[in-house]
């Protein structure tokens, strides 16, 4: 008799120990909320993007990307001030006086690093209360992290230095900086007890 392959996994998941059934269940929900808030934000992104070929002005007049990025260009351009640095803002372009500036466009915000520290700490058993204060709590940390990046890149962009090997080493530092944010809420503020027991 053959074996449907959900029934397999059924077969295969109802002899595992409770712990890695719980696991599996967490990475499982963990895979798919990340993919569908994937899925929301480029549509989104998609649709208030000037000039794009999907394109909406009813979401247009409701895009908070523009405010999210000019917060990062503003605090840039006073930490930038605040090292004495002679800074210029152009729209969304902030730089060093006779630079070229740095711009900073949709994809330079970190909302997929915000949608993955939202996404681990939102699957994992806690508190919701507590799990919200953590994720807003890291969001903006993330983001003053972004900050500092672009004040650095807009330092470089003085030199003959490749800007784009400094973004996968952003990439790399920042994911990292997740994933110990991550470790942080499982340690200190997770419900670990339940871990073996709860339904999350």
Not at 63 to 81: E, H, K, P, Q, R
Not at 94 to 102: D, R, S
Not at 115 to 128: D, E, H, Q, Y
Request: charged letters at 10%; aromatic letters at 20%.
């Amino acid at each position: 008799m053959n074996i449907l392959p959900v029934q397999k996994l059924r077969l295969w998941y109802s002899v595992q120990d409770e712990r890695y059934k719980l696991f599996f269940l967490y990475a499982v929900k963990v895979v798919f909320f990340y993919f569908l808030f994937e899925t929301i934000i480029a549509a989104y992104v998609g649709l208030v993007t000037p000039g794009g070929s999907m394109q909406s002005s009813f979401l247009m007049n409701l895009n908070f990307l523009d405010s999210m990025a000019m917060t990062i260009v503003w605090g840039a351009y006073y930490l930038l001030s605040g090292l004495q640095f002679d800074v210029f803002i152009h729209g969304n372009v902030i730089g060093v006086v006779g630079t070229g500036g740095v711009g900073v466009g949709y994809y330079c915000i970190g909302y997929y690093v915000w949608m993955t520290i939202a996404v681990l700490v939102g699957c994992f058993p806690g508190n919701w209360k507590t799990k919200i204060i953590f994720i807003g709590t890291s969001i903006i940390l993330i983001h003053f992290v972004n900050i500092i990046r672009i004040s650095a890149l807009a330092i470089l962009a003085q030199y003959d230095v490749d800007l784009e090997s400094h973004h996968i080493i952003y990439n790399f530092v920042i994911y990292m900086f997740t994933v110990l944010l991550f470790l942080i809420y499982v340690e200190r503020f997770s419900d670990m007890k339940k871990f073996s027991g709860a339904r999350f």
